[in-house]
């Protein structure tokens, strides 16, 4: 169904359940268990070890970037209510709730025409099936590891709720009538809360659109896409999974980090640094995780490097364990650092990274390319991987 002609037919009244888009909690949602969870050298007269750097800018979809709202503009009809100017965007694009507000009445008429749509399909007689919910995996940022099964649910979507770390290049495969919605989240900014993303995903296909919730990755790692699986299908609604690439696979590949070695690595294990509200520290399983024998790799663990680090040199990890953060892997804007375990934090503290960064520790890592050989720091940008490749031998 292209849903331009049917919001073309829509009235602006909202029928059944105006509550479900609010800000506020209006159906609890079911426990359920938490998820699982160019090559180039130049010498840096500096400190740390091994610093790769390239261009700043994101290669995702930031919350108030002018790409999201360009994207997302049919939401904000009509145009005057539009929170994103091009010189600036006005302060209630800061406030959560404002911003709910704008969009209501244009996600209310859309409803609306898809429910008169699947009316008049099905007869009148109520007998016109619900849509249908994928969620699927876009891999760590790379379009090109686009899974086909993926590039195909995106082209076939109605309606699109998609996360900051979809890439903008994945997001321009997106059909033109098909309408899309952001949904992420970024630290101190919840764009809608789990349970809201919940009651867009059940209200929209029981409306009769084929809906696609996007995730950067993989949804079943560390996705929170376990969670919306278990909503729907207590709501009787039909869901299928597209696996992604996950970070840990896609980066580790980028940078020829194998992740396990015969000899080296016998197993690897994925962290979470996060730990959601409330929750317990995600840093307990430090005891269990200090094997040299296996790689591990962290997800979200940028802010709690330091404290990691530390916990797994105290339960017997060496401190000269190689170890690599990636900030933006498989993108023209990756950064890499590479250090010894007990000088990581420190090193990536230097150089700044950001978020989205994932962090793998292990012996393996002195197996790719991009390991530096001296005590001297080295500098790789993303452009000069391009040019040479991974024609280097391993160490």
Not at 96 to 111: D, F, G, S, T, Y
Not at 198 to 222: C, M, Q, T, W, Y
């Amino acid at each position: 169904m292209a849903l331009a002609s049917a919001s073309a037919a829509a009235s602006s009244s909202f029928a059944t359940n105006p509550q479900r888009f609010s800000s506020s909690k209006s159906r609890p949602s079911p426990k359920s268990p938490p998820p699982p969870f160019p090559l180039s050298f130049n010498i840096r007269p500096s400190r740390c070890p091994a610093v790769c750097s390239s261009s700043a800018s994101s290669p995702f979809t930031e919350a108030h970037s002018a790409a999201r709202y360009q994207r997302d503009s049919w939401v904000y009809e009509p145009a005057s209510s539009s929170p994103f100017s091009a010189q600036c965007h006005s302060s209630s694009v800061d406030d959560r709730e404002n911003e709910i507000a704008l969009q209501l009445p244009e996600l209310k008429k859309l409803l609306e025409a898809l429910r008169a749509a699947r009316q008049a399909g099905g007869g009148g007689g109520g007998s016109a099936r619900p849509g249908s919910v994928a969620l699927v995996g876009t891999g760590p940022g790379d379009p090109d590891l686009l899974t086909l099964k993926a590039v195909r649910a995106i082209e076939k979507a109605d309606l699109i709720l998609y996360d900051r770390l979809v890439s903008n290049d994945v997001l321009g495969l997106v059909r033109a009538d098909a309408r899309l919605l952001y949904v992420g989240k970024t630290a101190g900014y919840h764009s809608r809360t789990q349970e809201e993303i919940h009651e867009l995903l059940l209200s929209f296909a029981e409306a009769g659109a084929n809906v696609v919730r996007l995730k950067g990755g993989d949804p079943l790692i560390f996705g929170r896409g376990g969670e919306e699986m278990d909503f729907l299908q207590q709501q009787g609604i039909s869901i299928k999974v597209i696996p992604g690439i996950t970070s840990a696979s896609g980066i580790a590949a980028e940078l020829g980090i194998p992740l396990t070695h015969r000899g080296v690595a016998n197993s690897v294990r994925f962290l979470t640094g996060h730990s959601r509200n409330g929750g317990a520290d995600p840093l307990y399983v430090a005891e269990s995780a200090a094997d040299p024998e296996s790689t591990l790799v962290v997800y979200m663990g940028l802010s709690t490097l330091s404290a990691l680090s530390s916990k797994l040199i105290n339960h017997g990890l060496p401190p000269n364990t190689p170890a690599v953060a990636v900030e933006r892997g498989t993108t023209p804007q990756q950064r890499m650092v590479f250090s010894m375990l007990n000088n990581l934090a420190n090193e990536v503290r230097l150089a700044e990274l950001v978020s989205p960064t994932l962090i793998i520790i292990g012996k393996v890592v002195s197996l790719s390319p991009f390991w530096p050989q001296s005590s001297e720091e080295t500098v790789i940008s993303h452009e000069e991987d391009a040019e040479i490749g991974i024609a280097s031998s391993f160490s």
